[in-house]
């Protein structure tokens, strides 16, 4: 048993040894032309500079974080500030080694799809594998060194709350990284696209267009960078879950034993998680090995086979693991792990789960089912009626992936139980938080899947912008819509396991608290909690949206008085370029001062409710996790599903490009901008952050 | 004290009188032109024959609960079914009056402008205060009589269930008129508007547009009776509440003594509600004989002038009501009501919360302020930006909305339990429920205004379509720009007091479910409860949302066809008219058609989850009604916030009518509609439906 560990470490440097191999072939290939050298340049350079400015912003409160909590009387100090500091720094590096990677990435898939499709796909993709392999490598890193040292230097009793304060200070860079990515992206694609028809003439993509390296550059660090470090956060999260979970539930084991400096059995239970991610990671590294671009086979095929393999692995040795672990039905004070195959299974439904609410995204938002093609039709009559239909469809597409979660937690409940046959008892909860790690076993191979998508899309932009023959820009545009169908998916498990994360990391914060909080649903500081938790995913989605319509309106300044001043440069005349560096800039900024009110609201909310009343306090992570969640997933869908309309028509369908009904179309895509990717995804990382913070917090409430 | 109901039951009588009255004076005042009597008779049959054939409908459903209710095993049988029946029916003859006065007094104050808006503005608020005064005085009188009926023949005890069920009775109808009305009203309204688009050259409100009357038919359906049956409900309900809440805690303060058949000193709290509900009754009858169409003055000061004044002696009468009722300090089993005045602040605060909540409603939706201003100001870039603006502003405005109802729950918690000197303890729930009534005490005068404005509006659309002069449509413009303002606090009243009533409702619910149900947050069925709970608002209102949709392109399809199909009706040449039946027509069946599954869902939901599981039903109830408030506050102000935008720019900013400006606003009003007039105000009415439904069934779910 105590081999789990140091197999983690081992699956871990696997890991990273696979990242460092796919990057050092990135790097190895053809650039291209020199035009195309230079505009991958300026993209690196843009993406770079905004990451150095985002962390230098981000290391203050980190830094004062660090300090918060060791003054603050929580458990495991100083060890927790260390560990919070661990989280912070490990989540940065994954964050700049992707992105680095991915920026590289993009010019030579763009060089690569001159030769086409077969030679791009796969250069696309181990752009991506080193950011998923870099995320999910370090955290499990951080994760097994951290259990290794405070399992011999701490001890076991204070452990949950230097695990937790890991992943806090992996969600402190993904808050800020998420949010600032998110703004950063769709203020430079709405103003540049708002621009195009302002001043009209100039297409999407153009190299005149001084806003145009500005948008590329947003792909990467919000696309990219952005979703690493949300996901960085989610798989840590899903793995300090559990392992908090269970050592907080050893007194219902022990039934009031005292631990005596050791868990004994109970350990098996705090280990089972981390088993389950080093499982995973395997099975993720060889899925990802699948993916060669073969001549002959459809794209899409070897993408999913990738992900297929990765995921019937993981079920495999899932099981295996657990009959190898818990075989012998150990006795963990008064509870017999009777049938331990049940948490295999708690397992396998996170896996499926996840699975399964990406395909309900897949189906509200692919033009090949009914709700996206019901959206286009609407387009004939307008843009006010191709909104309402979009944003009704966002809504409805709430039903199925609430009913999957529901049914997850009713049935990893269930099993979690019936692991110990005590099918009902609280002990169930284990299984519930069990379900987030199944979910997120893959996280390798998914987040290679998801960073796949921006890095095709800018190779297209590259393509466009360096000249190259239209079907280059072909095979691209090939590359890229295959990655939002696969990218559906990810988003799935990326909003399902913030769910279930942040639903397990309540419940441990319930049972932190104890006897102390009281969270009856008509006790009256929880009702009050429950309305403010509720309102703050409605606050957040607020501040974002206007953030990014701030910021776009900053930058369409910004173009226009370019477009009045540079002589030549609308004409296209040789020669003449546009001060790109200036919009890149101007997004920076306001990216950089917009993440700030959001970012902060979600640090000091739980702070200063739970200072003032730990009930509301309860009451008010409910709301927020439930009504967030809706949110994510209605803001997604709709702004998928515009996205998806848009080009559906741009496809032919009701007359195709040019006509009414496409404007109308296009307008929908505009405001599903930040619908999909400012505050939609920033629902995922708020309702995590909120609920660490309130856990790694709490004894210093009571 | 056993002079209270006999009070109320003087003070409904009063009110109908008024009714009667102010009836008997719209129906005496001229009808104008020919033309002019032609369109209203148009109007009015086309209004109540949807009425009639809604309740047609209805009443197929009020049977099936009625025997329902016979069958299934609740307290107080058969008393509850006939108090459901009899809620039912004084709503329908609510909304039946209030509608054939509104649909009277439209071409009489449109003719009346002719002479200035001095004439205009008492004939139209009359018309309102119709509506006004049958809906609060048939609710009031019907609680009065149940009362003096139950407490006669069945005995205290059982009696919560019969309130409620009357309660229940009222919701049914309330439940389809809203839903119904708010999808008829769109569907006419965007149908019409956006043929004006794709049939160019077609002004709003021209006759020549079969859908014009329908449009004009939609206002008195959605506005004036679908709000009226609404606020039925509300009113009722916020009477209810307490006396149900209050016969629930009785248990409390006698903790464990027997009744006894009577509450004695007990029943002054269940019938302290009712008095407020009487005295703001006449309070309400005096604010109303406050405005005259005097000249020189401000129309919106006279307007106010009857809101205020009867704010300000609701004010008065309850401090003195409540001295009277209870000066004597009455000891109720082991408490003294000690310090009684506190109920009396309870009142209060959920009056000035009401207005304040009102207030926050005008500030995010008028012109005058800077969320409009904004919105407008996004309207250079386009219906995307305008769009997202608006999104944004809407959901921003639930800030402060949530913060005032919090701090409502919270005061009027503690003043409840301040009044029996326990403050924090569970009597505390006594004054949240009483703070609804507060909010409502008024509601006579509050419809009154609220029901004024399509009356006004009505009048435009008819001296525009009888082409009287246009200064007459000067005058009534004036007189619905006006509306719009105290129609916002009128919203405000609305909503707010739904959140506190169906809150309310809940907490009844968890009581009469005593110890079976235990809504700890962290019970794995309770979450599960809280994510389906909080999903319902969202599905509700995308069915809302798409129905009007569907109903608009069905209109559309019509309307093209008349002007394919009818020689000279284009060109408007003499005598050629279009078929307004059959518009009206497609709108009646439209909406009757969709009112039904989101109808249907509200009141098989909480049946289907409480017959599985009580505990989940709470969670439900809890998660719906906070989403629900969260989203009515958002697309109410959100809808209004566009329309003002839009109007704002048609006075003269950015540009005025005609610029792109001008037609990014109107996209963003047409979104608006759906949301503020559909979808928004169904949520309040889906929240009480779905706990009252709970609360009355609850002894059979157990």
């Known amino acids: 048993m105590t081999a789990v560990p140091y197999l983690a470490l081992i699956a871990s440097v696997l890991a990273l040894l696979l990242a460092y191999y796919f990057a050092k072939v990135v790097l190895r290939a053809d650039q291209g032309t020199d035009l195309m050298r230079e505009i991958g340049e300026a993209i690196r350079e843009g993406a770079m500079a905004f990451l150095r400015r985002e962390y230098r912003w981000v290391s203050v409160f980190v830094a004062a974080m660090f300090v918060l909590l060791l003054i603050v009387p929580i458990d495991g100090r100083p060890a927790a500030s260390f560990a919070y500091l661990m989280g912070a720094v490990l989540s940065s590096v994954a964050g700049f080694i992707g992105m680095r990677i991915a920026t590289a990435a993009n010019t030579r898939t763009a060089n690569a799809a001159r030769q086409g499709a077969a030679k791009a796909l796969p250069l696309a993709f181990k752009g991506g594998a080193v950011m998923g392999f870099s995320v999910a490598g370090l955290a ?12 011999k230097w701490i001890g076991v009793d204070q452990a949950f709350q230097v695990v937790a304060a890991f992943g806090l200070g992996a969600s402190s860079i993904a808050l800020f990284a998420r949010i600032g990515g998110g703004i950063y992206t769709k203020a430079a694609d709405v103003g540049g696209d708002l621009v195009g028809k302002v001043e009209a003439g100039i297409p999407e993509d153009d190299p005149r267009n001084p806003a145009t390296i500005a948008d590329a550059v947003g792909d990467n660090v919000g696309d990219v960078a952005g979703m690493g470090a949300d996901l960085f956060e989610s798989y840590a999260g899903s793995i300090v879950a559990p392992v908090v979970l269970a050592s907080l539930l050893v007194p219902v084991f022990l039934e009031g034993d005292s631990l005596a400096g050791s868990f004994g059995d109970a350990e098996g239970l705090l280990m089972y998680p981390i088993l389950i991610g080093a499982l995973g990671m395997i099975a993720s590294i060889i899925g990802a090995l699948f993916v060669r671009g073969r001549e002959g086979r459809s794209l899409s095929g070897q993408l999913h086979t990738g992900q297929y393999v990765a995921m019937a692995l993981t079920v495999v040795f899932a099981i ?164 939002n169908t696969t990218a559906a998916v990810a988003k799935g498990f990326a909003v399902g396991s913030a769910a279930v994360t942040a639903l397990a990391l309540f419940k441990s914060f319930s049972l932190t608290a104890g006897d102390q909080v009281f969270l009856d649903i008509n006790d009256t500081a929880v009702t009050i909690g429950l309305f403010l938790g509720a309102m703050t995913p409605f606050i957040f989605a607020a501040l974002t949206m206007s953030s990014v319509g701030r910021a776009a309106q900053a930058m369409i300044v910004e173009v226009r008085r370019q477009f009045a001043e540079i002589p030549g440069l609308r004409e296209g005349e040789p020669g003449v370029k546009p001060d790109s560096r200036r919009c890149v800039d101007i997004s920076t900024q306001a990216a950089l001062r917009e993440m700030l009110l959001p970012g902060g609201l979600a640090v000091v909310l739980p702070l200063v409710i739970g200072f003032i009343d730990v009930n509301a306090l309860g009451g008010f992570l ?8 809706l949110i994510a997933i209605y803001m997604a869908n709709s702004g998928g599903a515009w996205d998806n309309a848009k080009k559906y028509i741009e496809a032919g369908a009701h007359g195709g490009k040019g006509t009414d009904a496409h404007a109308a179309a296009v307008v929908g895509d505009t405001i599903g901008d930040p619908f999909k990717d400012t505050s939609g995804p920033a629902m995922n990382i708020l309702i995590k952050v909120m609920t660490i913070v309130s856990l790694v917090f709490v004894p210093a409430f009571l």
């Open 140 to 151: 499990l890193l951080g994760i097994s060194i951290n259990y290794l040292l405070w399992v």
């Open 320 to 483: 295996v693991g657990t009959l190898v672990l818990f075989g012998g039905s150990p006795t963990i004070g008064s509870y017999e792990l009777s049938a331990p195959i049940f948490l295999a299974f708690t397992i396998i439904v996170g896996l499926l789960g996840g699975w399964a609410i990406g395909f309900t995204s897949e189906y509200f938002t692919s033009e090949h089912f009914r709700p996206v093609k019901g959206i286009a039709q609407q387009s004939e009559t307008g843009p006010a009626t191709v909104t309402i239909e979009g944003i009704a469809q966002g809504k409805l597409s709430t039903l199925p992936a609430v009913a999957l979660v529901v049914t997850m937690i009713g049935l990893s409940y269930l099993f979690g139980g019936l692991a110990f046959g005590e099918a009902g008892d609280v002990i169930g909860l284990y299984g519930v938080s069990l379900a987030a790690i199944g979910m997120l076993a893959v996280t390798g191979v998914i987040v290679a899947v998801d960073a796949y998508g921006p890095i095709a899309d800018n190779a297209g932009g590259i393509a466009e912008m360096a000249e190259l023959p239209p079907e280059v820009r072909g095979v691209t545009d090939s590359l890229d819509s295959l990655g």
């Open 622 to 629: 409910a709301g927020a996790v439930v009504t967030g969640f």
